[in-house]
């Protein structure tokens, strides 16, 4: 039997809490070995997530404390942002044809995050960026379920039984996590959702937007997350 079969699924069923059995699903499988070919066994798992994909890995080890051992979290806040900020960053709207006929089979429940425009208004900072790597991450985003984002409140993100290291890098400008401005509210905010880590850090990548991976200083705060890593054995 395949580990796992591909299937579309209505973008109004998708939402956080599968995101989160598949990700648990995935991890067993690193674990086992079934991912890593001749590497074997890994001997730990660090989850790597940024956004939405922060959120789930946040989530899963709320529940899940032993689920990893430890957590890069990027491009995630947990004060200083709401729904409505969230929302009016991605000016979502109904895909164009074209971009149904991209993504066959998906139903009206997924959306679009709007123009051009408004995808560089929520995700970088002037003038840390290049343009022709804005439009080239703009050509290649992806459609995204309408239950997805509102559906991430049902998980509780208190993860108080989780021990291992943990770090939240977000961008110093990020307008949908924490409303435009970071340094105030980052480590404030984080700090209490892992107050068992060993090893807990906030760092804010200065000069970058939500998408941090995508300004000109990336390679600085990789060299932030990478030196985190190895400083716990990683």
Same mark, same amino acid.
């Given at each position: 039997m395949a580990l796992l079969t591909p299937f579309r699924i209505s973008g109004y069923v998708d939402q956080a809490s599968i995101q989160v059995g598949v990700l648990g699903e995935l991890i067993k499988a690193v674990r086992l070995g079934?991912?890593?070919?001749?590497?074997?066994?890994?001997?730990?798992?660090?989850?790597?997530?940024?956004?939405?994909?922060s959120v789930i890995s946040n989530a899963i080890v709320a529940s899940i404390p032993g689920?990893?051992?430890?957590?890069?979290?990027?491009?995630l806040g947990y004060?200083?942002?709401?729904?409505?900020?969230?929302w009016g960053t991605l000016q979502a709207r109904? @895909? %164009?044809?074209? &971009? #149904?006929?991209? +993504? $066959?089979?998906?139903?009206?429940?997924?959306l679009d995050a709007g123009d051009l425009y408004s995808f560089v208004g929520g995700q970088f900072h002037q003038p840390n960026y290049d343009?022709?790597?804005?439009?080239?991450?703009f050509s290649r985003r992806q459609l995204f379920a309408v239950?997805?984002? @509102? %559906?991430?409140? &049902? #998980?509780?993100? +208190? $993860?108080?039984k989780f021990t291992g290291p943990v770090m939240v890098i977000s961008g110093e400008f990020d307008l949908p996590v924490c409303g435009g401005y970071c340094p105030d509210v980052l480590e404030a905010g984080a700090a209490p959702v892992f107050p068992a880590s060993?090893?807990?850090?906030?760092?804010?990548?200065?000069?970058t937007g939500h998408a941090l991976n995508l300004h000109k200083n990336a390679t600085a705060g990789y060299a932030v997350i990478?030196?985190?890593?190895a400083s716990n054995g990683f």
């Open positions: 079934r991912c890593s070919g001749s590497a074997g066994v890994p001997k730990s798992v660090v989850l790597v997530g940024h956004s939405f994909g689920a990893a051992d430890g957590l890069i979290l990027t491009g004060t200083g942002f709401d729904f409505k900020t969230i109904l @895909p %164009s044809q074209e &971009q #149904h006929d991209m +993504l $066959a089979n998906l139903d009206t429940g997924y343009v022709q790597v804005a439009r080239n991450a239950t997805e984002i @509102p %559906s991430s409140a &049902q #998980h509780s993100l +208190l $993860a108080d060993r090893n807990f850090k906030a760092y804010v990548q200065p000069n990478t030196d985190f890593l």
